[in-house]
């Protein structure tokens, strides 16, 4: 499938989800099934699923250590190692855990990402792809923002550092109510990763539409959001009243709540449950990753496949006493000769 098709099937679908929720709320006033059914249907279908691919991960046998390393490998301990190296290349549980830490807060491996590109002729060309790994960051850390700012809705009396939390990312004021610069920079940072698929060759080729898909759906929940808080009011006393109702397993659909509410609420829902069969699930499998969380003490510890079966063997040995007249006779050469060996 080429890059456009990839594109197009992928923005139809997210079109086509806005749509479904808009005629079944505004035109057949479903807002029972898409305001509490599809959540809990969407939530049970994530926790499954999270859960099955974990379990999946866990199960597959990883005899040999196979981490991902550079820098210098512990050998001799007249061999200085900086600090660098112990997290490059850990040869102890404790470096493995550092090394992770920074995998999943700082995204260390896409840091050190390098860009091939060919120069005059044969020439290969590293270059850096810093904004990539920015772009990343923001995307990842504006998210977790959001999602932290949500938990408003969700609980009663809130968390101690919402309110802290929303005044940091407010802290311009420019308008009424309060901007947030979590939503804008979340927007940004996929645009960004967007147009790096369309604008990239390279990228472009190798996209489908499961490459596509998500980004186009954080943008339309992203959208309905900025819209609900800056353009198209919502009712938020009567949306924390179904999401109160949605987590005390009491659900209630108040009336007056808007079409866009739902339409946000469903793409919620649509991710929620998209999110275990897609490639979204590196959140959770870079933990079970051996090129990640291993050790490199291959030079320090003999590892022995603990899955070996028993085996019949024939050694050299064996094989010569039994052929050895024969292979005298073809001109072979043998360890011993046939009196040596009597």
Known sequence: MNAILSLIVSSVAVFGLVAIAFVGVWGA????????????????????????RVVQWAKCPVPFRIPS???????????????????????????????MILEVLCFRSLFRNTRLEFG??????YKSAKWLW????????????????????????????????????????IFVPTLYQSGFLLGAALTFLLLRRLIDP????????????????????????????????????????????????????????????YIHVFLVSVLFAYF?????????????????????????VRHINPWNYPVKIHTYQAYEDEFREKMIDAGLPVEKGVAEAE
């Open 120 to 125: 005059s002729g044969q020439e290969i060309k």
């Open 276 to 300: 275990p069969f897609s490639k979204l699930t590196h959140m959770a499998g870079v933990f079970l990753s051996p090129t990640r969380n291993l050790s490199n003490n291959s030079r320090m």
């Open 29 to 52: 006033h479903l807002e029972w099934l898409f305001g509490v059914i599809i959540p809990y249907l969407a939530v049970i279908t994530f926790f499954v699923g999270i859960v099955y």
């Open 69 to 99: 390393t550079c820098g210098q490998q512990k050998t001799l301990a007249w061999l200085p190692r900086t600090y660098v190296d112990k997290l490059d290349n850990p040869s102890t549980t404790a470096g493995a855990v550092c090394r």
């Open 134 to 173: 920015v772009a990343a960051m923001a995307f990842h850390y504006t998210f977790l923002v959001v999602i932290l700012r949500h938990l408003r809705f969700f609980t009663e009396p809130m968390p101690f550092f919402v309110p802290y939390i929303e005044k940091v990312d407010g802290f311009f004021q």
């Open 202 to 261: 390279k990228l472009r080729y190798i996209s489908l539409p499961a490459d596509y898909f998500p980004l186009f759906l954080i943008l339309g929940l992203v959208t309905t959001g900025i819209l609900m808080r800056y353009v198209l009011k919502a009712d938020v006393v009567s949306i924390k009243e179904l999401t109160m109702g949605l987590v005390s397993f009491r659900p209630v659909v108040p009336e007056g709540i808007s079409v866009l509410f």
